[in-house]
Nanobody, 119 residues
């Protein structure tokens, strides 16, 4: 069972940057892809970005394309989400999750880290 711990959240101003980290442990050799999701108050959890093991394939939600960058350090089993040009609508709890195969669903959710962007 993969265990995920997110960190790096905080309160920032519009236009600021943050970098989130997701450290994976336990069964990391089974990870096919890592992803970031977010859930704002009163809204459903939504996909933000994902990266497969070899890190050559990345995907982003339209709302963050060009502002957020996902990366993964396989040696340290850590995924990162670099968030630039933050907007108030980026305010949410950000979660990390993993897929063990291309066709599986994301799972092994972390506890989340709060990101608050103020205008």
């Amino acid at each position: 069972q993969v265990h995920l711990v997110e960190s790096g959240g905080g309160s920032v101003q519009v236009g600021d940057s943050l970098r989130l980290s997701c450290a994976a442990s336990g069964g990391t050799s089974s990870i096919y892809a890592m992803g970031w999701f977010r859930q704002a108050p009163g809204k459903e959890r939504e996909f933000v970005a994902g990266v497969v093991s070899h890190a050559s394939s990345r995907s982003y939600a339209d709302s963050v394309q060009g502002r957020f960058t996902i990366s993964r350090d396989i040696r340290s089993n850590t995924a990162y989400l670099q968030m630039n040009s933050l907007k108030p609508e980026d305010t949410a709890v950000y979660y990390c999750a993993v897929k063990v195969t291309k066709m599986s669903s994301f799972g092994s959710w972390g506890q989340g880290t709060q990101v608050t962007v103020s205008s």
